[in-house]
């Protein structure tokens, strides 16, 4: 097993867990963890992988989906001893975040030869699963919230291509992806940190507009 598959593996537990941890919230049963936990772990990958135009990655190893249903069985009997739960299922949405903007930019990178469809399938990777896990659980959506974290995905995915690009071994450019995302999305949930938003008067609503 190599480093890319280890990040594999590993970036889909835990987002894997970020969806079972939804599915507690929301006091599912043991199908909705399994249903959570699969499209959160594996969601991010399969459009990813659908866009480059390559085999889905659980299709070839169906270790991933089992990875899931391990994950998500898991968090049934285990959920109820944490907490705080969303508090965990955010960190724990940063540390897959992180693994999978190096990741994703590494099988763009591997599939096209094209940095910017690098960095854009790292950022894709990295945020889709914990969008469609909010979105389906009825969740506050990290999309929406102030906090940094699209940006978090795109520097992750920009470090590893640039590291990439330069020279540095894949193992050496994936830690220091991963090292960068994790650090500007730790940074966003521990101390605020966010980008300016948009001040300007809003956008009128449809039933407004004559």
């Known amino acids: 097993m190599n480093w890319l598959q280890v990040l ?28 959570l936990a699969s499209v959160t772990g594996i969601g991010g990958g399969t459009v990813r992988d659908l866009i480059l135009d390559v085999p889905v990655f659980w299709v070839l190893d169906h270790a991933y989906v089992l990875v899931c249903a391990g994950i998500g069985v898991l968090v049934f009997f ?3 001893r944490l907490e705080s739960r969303y508090r965990l299922l955010l960190w724990l949405d940063a540390v897959g975040m992180s693994a999978y903007a190096a990741l994703g ?4 990178l591997a599939a096209t030869g094209s940095p ?24 506050p ?15 992750g995915a920009a470090v590893f291509t640039l590291a990439d690009l330069g020279g540095l071994p894949d193992v050496a450019s994936a830690l220091l992806a991963f090292a960068t995302a994790f650090a500007v999305r730790g940074g966003a949930l521990w101390f605020g940190w966010r980008i300016p938003a948009y ?12």
Not at 23 to 28: D, F, N
Not at 199 to 208: I, Q
């Open 8 to 35: 594999d593996y590993a970036g889909v537990a835990v987002f894997a867990a970020t969806g079972a941890l939804a599915a507690s919230r929301k006091q599912l049963d043991i199908v909705g963890f399994l249903f």
């Open 78 to 80: 285990a959920a109820h």
């Open 141 to 155: 959506s990290v999309l929406l919230r102030p906090e940094i974290y699209v940006t978090a995905a795109l520097a």
């Open 199 to 210: 001040r300007n008067r809003p956008g009128r609503r449809p039933e407004d507009v004559p």
């Open 116 to 139: 910017i469809v690098a960095i854009v399938m790292g950022m894709l990777t990295a945020t889709l699963g914990g969008i469609l896990r909010d979105l389906l659980a009825g969740e």
């Open 105 to 108: 930019a590494a099988k763009g």
